[in-house]
């Protein structure tokens, strides 16, 4: 037998399915193959920028942290002393709205001293350094306000190395007069990074929304590719007549898969750096991203840029093995008999998962709890996806008789259940994954959040600044304030106690002396104590305490009345109950003096006016830059405080 | 090889074809030799169309045997089948054979590019589409043509690649009379002008007198097939 060689196998097997690939490429872009290619380029380009995304999330998350931990202040260890190196630092983070914002104020305490990421030099005294965010937010009017509380002369912008994100709202600004003991006293920036690390509930919530948005994408693909299914394979058929044997439709099949995968890929990388370049601008939850390190870890991306021709080659292959391309006639081979059995498998050990996930108060699985729920979510969805199209054909098959519209209908959803079903099956996946994040976000923001204990009744602001007589008043007196309440809190010296002899000590007026112990009777000139409820240094009638008066350079001495009143405890509206020394000013003498320490008070604001808040925290910069305001609010949410949310350190 | 095997191409013997319960082909058998014209004639329904498949290497039949050029087609696997198909014959059938996407001038050169020729494919598809008298067609898709431009088309394409047999079922069967007749020439002197045989399937007489035999298939016998002693020169 004289075999004839065809030119194909003459040339090589390999050069035959280039060939062959070539002229699928072509089909792809062809003008009646378009439309499909198009729809097939969407997806997996969606696929695509989604995966990019998601590869560069940790790349993201390292590099928050890397910024965060280059700003932070730090002292070596023994920093008692100033030296050339050193920098007095204090906390003046402030609140605009309800916008955070960081503040350092600074002085340096000899030639060299450290100067932070993000800045060439530090700002002189009355200057400051501001980021490009803050700089938009103080421009006029909207920022006037916010100008008012930081009238220093803008000298630099800080570059990005100082900021954790575009959006952060920062400022370091120049004193001549601060001292380490108003903060302290530092000679560096920078910690060394703590490893970033998605927590688990994170963790879960990035997989199963990963999952979520990539299940409709991957039916819209599976979709898409069944789209015109019927004239790739007549077309293949016709192929077949001519000479093409099966290996080579089904390389010209891979040729279309991959001109799409091709396109996808490209559209997608385009997606995915148009959304890098915009990503800047956008801001969640007071987070905001470079787009600088928006960078995806380089496996992942090239495991995404090879899987996705491999898979598109694949799911191709997978929807010709259901038919038979013979030249002239394709033949749809006969349906498996219907083994749906193992489509309940993976949505029902995906129920059981959670399940047991939950009843174990979601303390079970250890560190793999958040694995297995991701597990359980996604094996659920795709449960659902599996289950559905079958569900569908066999109702389809078995309801009853209807008009002839609906029984066409019927015929058709039972004939090819797999096709217009997967789309509802999408959208339904698209559902449930969305209530299943939304879940998780619920349960995200529950364990974020923590209930305060504060009562916003009572007060709306607690203001803290250093000991200013004027200063109640002038925060009493700002527009937009209804009522305030004022004290001083501070604390004496018990003469003759042993040990820890310091006793708490609050001067205030009546009013404030209601709201924050169980006072009732009360005309000036009254003391009252409140007896501390875990011991120490006890006081009554006749015992002399010293304590720090202002404009006076030693304590002064004072003897508790014969006339205290004894009364219990109260909390005041941040929930803090005092104890000790509770002293009308007048009982302190009438010699204009008043006792040094922090003046404490809160105040209630008209809530028409939605600038009373910025107007009494700019008063209370004015009494004190770095004074402390803290709105009052039932709970907190860790997420939205960072590293700007950090209260002034701790002062006598 | 003996004399007579160097003359007939393709000897088909016995062939047995049968779909469900009806028999197709119940013993036919038909030579072809080299450069010939072979009109197959019968009723509708008789297995012409069949004949025509398993000469041509579509279909598998179930018994008997094809041979072409001394290889048996009837066992050869899909990839033998497929090459053949693509190396040595040209087909032109009622419908169906044209693939959608590339346009008219594309379908021609299609065959000459699956066999991996590149550059001259689309000349040589505008060289045939030019024989045909339908040149005009050549940047045109087969949807946007009608019918008979459809199946001049597909008559360009048969000889385009230079097969040893173009297999043709009612190749008119889509045309008017006297565009049928000049199809039919058309077809035949290319297929003589190259040494091709032509199987030609046909209800109609004026085409098969194109031919230079005729061979009668009824209820999926041949009756009337003889051997032809001699090839035309
Ligand atoms: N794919 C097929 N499936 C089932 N039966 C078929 C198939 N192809 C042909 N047949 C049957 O085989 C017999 C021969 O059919 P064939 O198409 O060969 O006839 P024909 O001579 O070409 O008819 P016509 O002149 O109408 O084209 C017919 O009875 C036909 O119904
Ligand atoms: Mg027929």
Known sequence: ?652 | MNRTELGALLVAADLRKTYGATPALDGASIEINTGEVVAVMGPSGSGKSTLLHCLAAIVTPDGGSVRYAGQELSTMSDRGRSAQRQSDFGFVFQFGQLVPEPTCGENVALPLRLNGVRRQASARGREWLERLEVAELADRHPGKVSGGQAQRVAVARAPAPGPRVVFADEPTGALDSLTGERVMHLLTSAARESGAAVVLVTHETRVAAYSDREVVVRDGRTPTAHRVPAARP
């Open chain 1, 1 to 652: 037998m004289s075999h004839r060689i065809s030119p194909t196998a003459h040339r090589g097997a390999a050069f035959g399915r280039v060939r062959a690939a070539v002229m699928g490429a072509r089909f792809a872009v062809s003008r009646a193959s378009w439309p499909r290619t198009l729809l097939m380029v969407v997806g997996i380009g969606l696929g695509t920028a989604l995966l990019l995304l998601a590869s560069a999330l940790p790349g993201m998350l390292d590099a928050r942290e890397r910024r965060g931990a280059a700003i932070v202040e730090t002292a070596s260890d023994r920093l008692a002393v100033p030296g050339e190196n050193t920098l007095v630092i204090v906390y003046a983070n402030t609140e605009y709205g309800d916008r955070d914002v960081r503040g350092r104020l600074v002085r340096a305490e000899g030639a060299r001293p450290p100067v932070p990421p993000g800045l060439r030099a530090l700002p002189g005294p009355g200057e400051m350094a501001i980021s490009p965010a803050l700089a938009r937010l103080l421009e006029p009017p909207a920022g006037a306000l916010l100008r008012e509380r930081l009238p220093y002369r803008v000298v630099a912008t800080i570059g990005d190395d100082g900021l954790t994100g575009p959006a952060d709202l920062s400022y370091y600004a120049g004193s001549a007069t601060l001292t380490a003991a108003d903060g302290s006293r530092v000679d560096r920036f920078g910690t060394p990074q703590a490893s970033a690390r998605l927590g688990p509930l994170l963790t879960l919530l990035a997989v199963t929304a990963l999952v979520v948005v990539l299940t409709p994408v991957a039916v819209f693909v599976a979709v898409a590719s069944r789209f015109g299914a019927d004239a790739r394979e007549r077309r293949l058929a016709a192929l077949r007549l001519i000479g093409a044997d099966l290996s080579t439709t089904g390389w010209i099949a891979a040729g279309e898969a991959l001109a799409a995968a091709a396109g996808g890929l490209t559209a997608g990388l385009a997606l995915f750096l148009l959304g890098r370049s915009v990503i800047g601008s956008v801001e969640l939850w007071q987070l905001s991203v470079f787009p600088a390190d928006v960078r995806p870890a380089p496996v992942l991306a090239a495991l995404v840029v090879t899987a996705m021709p491999l898979i598109a080659v694949a799911a191709t292959w997978a929807g010709l093995r259901g038919v038979v391309i013979e030249p002239l006639e394709v033949v749809r081979r006969a349906p498996r008999p219907p083994r749906r059995g193992w489509r309940i498998v993976p949505g029902l050990t995906g129920a059981v998962l959670l399940l047991t996930l939950t009843n174990g108060g979601g303390t079970r699985g250890g560190g793999w709890a958040p694995w297995l729920a991701a597990a359980g979510i996604v094996l659920v969805l795709v449960g659902l996806t599996a289950l559905l199209p079958g569900g569908v054909s066999a109702v389809a098959a078995r309801s009853g008789r209807g008009p002839l519209p609906w029984l066409l209908a019927r015929r058709r959803l039972a004939a090819d259940a797999a096709g217009s079903t997967r789309l509802v099956a999408g959208v339904t996946v698209a559902v449930a994954g969305a209530i299943a994040v939304q879940m998780l976000l619920a349960g995200l923001a529950g364990s974020f959040t923590t209930q305060t204990g504060q009562d916003p009744n009572r007060a709306d602001l607690n203001v803290s600044t250093t000991s200013d007589p004027t200063g109640a008043t002038a925060l009493a007196t700002t527009v937009g304030v209804r009522s305030a309440f004022t004290f001083t809190a501070t604390s004496a010296r018990v003469r003759g106690a042993a040990g820890d002899n310091e006793i708490p000590l609050v001067v205030g007026t009546c009013t404030a002396l209601r709201e924050i112990a169980a006072v009732r009777a009360c005309t000036p000139g009254d003391v009252f104590t409140v007896t501390p409820p875990q011991g120490g240094p006890r006081v009554g009638p006749g015992s002399v305490v010293e304590l720090a008066m202002t404009g006076r350079d030693r304590p002064m001495a004072w003897t508790v009345p014969r006339s205290t009143t004894e009364v219990a405890a109260a909390a005041d509206p941040v929930r803090q109950s005092r104890y000790g020394l509770f002293l009308t000013p007048e009982a302190l003498g009438t010699d204009g003096r008043s006792a040094a320490g922090r003046q404490i008070t809160f105040l209630r604001l008209d809530p028409n006016r939605h600038d009373a808040a910025d107007r009494v925290r700019n008063a209370a910069t004015r009494i004190d830059p770095s004074a402390s305001i803290l709105t009052l609010t039932t709970t907190r949410t860790a997420c939205s405080r960072t590293s700007a949310a950090a209260s002034s350190p701790a002062r006598p």
